[in-house]
C-alpha cells in the first residue's frame, strides 16, 4: 500500500481513486463525529477523512480531537462535497498521539482567530497554523529560488565568517561573541580586559555583513553570493527590524554599475515569479489575510494594490533608473512636498532620503519600481566607487511599492589610490583590512554587487506586516525564547 | 559583440570559432610575450590567448604580467596545441589592473607550489589558487545538491536561530554572545553579571544544533531542513575541527530509523553524484593532488583507495545496516583487537566506538560504508528513542572511508512520559525547554532526523586532508582573521 503525503495525494487527485492508501497528519477539525479534516503540513490544504461511526470504537473515536496525529488507511473516493476532488473513506484509523482538549485551549492549536501576538508567543507551535505554514512555505519557495537563480548563472555560494575580528563594515552595532566567563575575567596589568586570552586571542563579534569578504572571493571565483545570517545589536523594536536576519549578498567581479543593476531587477523577478508558481495556494491564502487587513485600516492608510497586484506590479514593470539628483528634483517639486505633507521636506540636494520619498516615487510618481543610482558620498559606505564628479557615489537602491528600499547596492571602488582616501576620510583602520586592500593590489578590477534582506523581501510576498512573523523564531531586544 | 564567462566559452568550443568575443579574467602566466593563460574562476582551466608582439604597444606588454586583470577582445580559433580546442587571437587588450612582480613575490599568486599553510595566512588570495578554486566549486556544488536534493522532496528550508537563549542540546561547549561592554559589566546587588540589562534580557549564546527548534517545525511541516552555521568553542586544534561550521539538519515528522536511515543514504549518494556530475575537472585535479599526497605518505598510511574510487565506493554500495550489539562483536574477534592492534580495544558492550574502529568495520571488514544503529543510552543524547529493551536507543551513525562518522542521527522520543524521564537523567531543566515537551503534548507522532557536517563531506568529496582547508575563512582556536 502507498503512503502519500496530503499534497501529493491532492496533486493525483481522481488518478488514484478507488486506490487503499496511507496517510498522516494532524486533525484540525473533526465534524458531526464523521468528517476529520486531517493537515500534515505539506500544504495548506487539509484532505477530509470520512468516518463511519459504526466501524470503529467509541474510545478511538473520542481521541480524534483538534491537534491530535494520526494514521490512516483508506480508500480514495471522489468526493460528493464541492472545493475538494477526493477524500478518503476510513478503513483504519491510529491514534499516534492525543491532545487532551482542555490543554489545547489554552494554545494556538484551538481553530479560532489568535492574534498574530500569540501565534508569536507560542512559535513552536505556530508551524501548525494556516498562516504560519503558509509563510513558511513561500519563504522557502523563495530561499530555493535564490540559490537555484545564482547557481544557473554560475554564481558560487559561499559561506563568509559569521565570527569576525573586524568591524570595518561598519553597517550597525555589533554583538560581542567571547568564550570568557563574564563572572571571571582576566585582565591585562592596567586592567583592561585581556582579550588575548579570549577564544579567538582578540576581540571578536558577530558579522554585520559578509560583504568584504566576499569581495576577496569574487576577485578569485568571478561570480559569487553569500546566504547567510547577519546581526544588529541595535534597540530597534519595530515591525521591520531583526537583531538576526538572513542576507544574501551576490558579488561580480567585471560587473559595472548598470550590470549591477540589470541583475538585481532579473533577479528580484525569478524570485518573485517562482513563488508565484511554487505556491499559488499559499498566496491566495496570505491575499485574502492581506486585504482583509486592509480592508480594516483607515481609508487613507490602505495600500492600493492587493498583494498579487503588488507582485505583478513587480513582474510586468521595467524598473525604472533614476539618479538621485533626480529624484531629488522629482521631490522638491512634488505637490506632497509643496503642500508640506511630507514628514520630512525635501529642500535640497544632499539629505538622505527617507521612506516616505521612496514610496512617493515608487507609488505616486512612477507607479513602477525605482532603482535610484549615484547618491552623495557622504551618506553612502566607503567601499562605493567615487564618480568623475567627486561628490557622488556609485550606489544604486531598489526601492519597491509598499516597503522602500529592498535591495541595496553599489559598484565597489577598485582604484587603492582613490579606496585609501575613503578609507582615511570615514577614519577606518588601514592595517585592520589590509587584506581588502590586498584585493586592490593584484590585479584589481571592475566589480559591483547587493545585498538583499531575505525577511524584507518574505514581507513583501507575503503581505505580512510584522518581520518577527515571517521568521521561525525571531530575535529581538528582550527576546531570545526558544 | 558577445561577452563570455571562460567556462562557457571552452564549453561552446568550435561552435564560437572565427566570432569575436570579449573575455575577462586574471592572468596565470605570459609564456614567451606571446601565450597568456587567463583564468576567471568560472573554471579550473585557463583559456590561450594568443599575443601578436607586433601589435601592441611595448608598454602595454609589460603590464601583462601574472596576477594581472585583462579584458580581452579577440577572434577565438581552432587551437594547434593540445590539451585544448580553441584559443583567443588578441585584437584589443585592455590591462584593469597592474601586479607589481616585486610585491607578487611573496604572495600566494606567484607561480610556484606553496604549502596549504601558507595558502591559508593569505585565504584572501588563495580563490585565485587552482586548488582552493577546485576545492570552492565542489563545494558550491555540494550545498546546492542538498537544497535541490530536499526541495525535490518538498522539504521546506526552516532557518533556526544562531543566538539561543538554550544550551539544552548539550552537543558541547558554548560561545556567549553579548552587547555588553565587558569592560563595564553591570552588576545585580550581589555581585553577579546581571544579564536582565543585556540585549536579550538573559545570558544568551550561539547555537551548537538547531535540532530542537527543527522538530518543533517538523511537528507542524511534516518534513524540514536546517542548513546554518553552528559552534563549538571547544580548544580542538585538530585537522577535524572548526569553531564555525556549517550543518545540515533534516527531521522528519512521522518517519521510524529504518526510514532516516534510508534517506540518509539516498541523500549522500544524490549530492556525490551531482558534484561528480558538474565537476569533473575540478574533481580530477583534486584527484591527482590526493593521489601524489598518499603517494608521499609512509606504505601502511596510505589509503587503499584513489580519491575517485573511494566516491564509487559509495555510489556503488548498499550501505550495510549493522546494530552497535553486532559490531562490538565483530570487532571483539577481529584480528586488530585480538592482536592488540588496536589503541582502545573493544573488550565488552558499552564502551563508544573509536575512528579506528569504525574505519576497520567500513575500510576492512565489510568494504562498504556502513550505518550502526541502536546505540548504549547512555553514550547517546536525552532526545533519542529509547528501544523495548530499555537500555538501547534508536541512534544511527553513517560511517565512511577514510573520515568515519559522516551523519548521526536517530529517531527521536515522542512519548512524553519516557522524555521526561530521560530529561531527568540527563539533569536537564524540564523549565527551559517547556516548548520542546509541548510538541509532545499535542499530537505527538514517531519522528526522525539527522545530522551532516557540510566541511566533513566537503573533506571527503575533495579529498583534501585538513578542514581549514574547504571552508573560506576557517574560525579556530587564536584564529579569527579576516
Not at 513558511?136 to 530555493?144: G, Y
Not at 561573541?177 to 577564544?199: A, C, H, I, M, W
Not at 540589470?262 to 511554487?278: G, N, R, S, T
Not at 568623475?388 to 577598485?414: C, N, W
Request: charged fraction near 25%.
Amino acid at each position: 500500500m502507498q503512503s502519500y503525503s496530503i499534497k501529493t495525494l491532492l496533486e493525483k487527485g481522481k488518478e488514484v481513486a478507488l486506490q487503499e492508501v496511507s496517510i498522516h497528519g494532524w486533525v484540525r477539525s473533526f465534524r458531526s463525529n464523521r468528517f476529520i479534516a486531517l493537515n500534515d503540513g505539506s500544504c495548506l490544504k487539509t484532505i477530509q477523512v470520512v468516518v463511519d461511526f459504526d466501524k470503529f470504537d467509541e474510545e478511538l473515536i473520542q481521541q480524534i480531537t483538534t491537534a491530535a496525529s494520526l494514521q490512516v488507511v483508506g480508500e480514495v473516493v471522489e468526493s460528493q462535497g464541492k472545493g475538494q476532488e477526493i477524500e478518503i473513506v476510513a478503513k483504519d484509523i491510529k491514534v499516534l498521539g492525543v491532545a487532551a482538549s482542555e490543554e489545547v485551549q489554552g494554545t494556538i492549536l484551538q481553530p479560532k482567530a489568535h492574534s498574530l501576538e500569540k501565534l508569536r508567543e507560542q512559535a513552536h507551535l505556530r508551524f501548525r497554523t494556516n498562516l504560519f505554514g503558509a509563510v513558511m512555505r513561500v519563504r522557502n519557495a523563495l530561499m530555493f529560488a535564490i540559490h537555484q537563480y545564482f547557481n544557473e548563472l554560475d554564481f558560487v555560494y559561499i559561506n563568509t565568517p559569521i565570527i569576525t575580528g573586524s568591524d570595518a563594515e561598519g553597517a550597525g552595532e555589533m554583538f560581542h561573541v567571547t568564550n570568557f566567563d563574564l563572572d571571571n575575567l582576566p585582565r591585562t596589568e592596567d586592567g583592561k580586559v585581556d582579550y588575548s586570552q579570549d577564544f579567538f586571542g582578540k576581540a571578536t563579534n558577530l558579522t554585520v555583513s559578509g560583504q568584504l569578504e566576499g569581495e576577496a572571493a569574487a576577485m578569485g571565483l568571478g561570480k559569487i553570493y553569500t546566504f547567510g545570517p547577519t546581526f544588529r545589536a541595535e534597540n530597534s523594536n519595530t515591525s521591520r527590524h531583526l537583531a538576526e536576519f538572513w542576507m544574501i549578498e551576490p558579488e561580480m567581479a567585471f560587473y559595472n554599475l548598470d550590470q549591477n543593476m540589470d541583475l538585481a531587477e532579473d533577479f528580484l523577478k525569478y524570485v518573485i515569479q517562482y513563488a508565484k508558481d511554487k505556491c499559488p495556494d499559499d498566496l491566495a491564502f496570505l491575499a485574502e489575510r492581506y486585504a482583509k487587513e486592509q480592508s480594516q485600516k483607515p481609508a487613507d492608510e490602505r495600500s492600493e494594490l492587493g498583494l498579487m497586484d503588488r507582485l505583478d506590479y513587480v513582474l510586468n514593470n521595467r524598473f525604472i533608473r533614476l539618479s538621485y539628483t533626480e529624484a531629488i528634483d522629482i521631490l522638491k517639486n512634488s505637490k506632497p512636498n509643496k503642500k508640506g505633507k511630507f514628514k520630512y521636506p525635501v529642500d535640497g540636494w544632499g539629505v538622505d532620503l527617507q521612506s516616505e520619498h521612496e514610496r512617493y516615487l515608487v507609488e505616486k510618481h512612477f507607479k513602477t519600481p525605482v532603482i535610484l543610482f549615484d547618491y552623495p558620498q557622504e551618506i553612502k559606505a566607503f567601499y562605493m566607487r567615487l564618480n568623475e564628479d567627486g561628490k557622488t557615489v556609485r550606489a544604486m537602491d531598489v526601492l519597491f511599492p509598499g516597503i522602500g528600499e529592498i535591495i541595496g547596492g553599489s559598484q565597489r571602488e577598485e582604484r587603492l589610490d582613490v579606496l585609501d582616501e575613503r578609507i582615511k576620510q570615514f577614519g577606518i583602520d588601514q592595517e585592520e583590512i589590509w587584506w581588502y586592500r590586498d584585493t586592490r593590489r593584484f590585479g584589481t578590477v571592475p566589480h559591483s554587487g547587493f545585498g538583499l534582506g531575505l525577511e524584507r523581501l518574505v514581507l513583501f510576498v507575503t503581505g505580512m506586516g510584522n518581520i518577527r512573523d515571517v521568521i521561525p523564531f525571531p530575535r529581538t531586544p528582550n527576546n531570545a525564547e526558544f
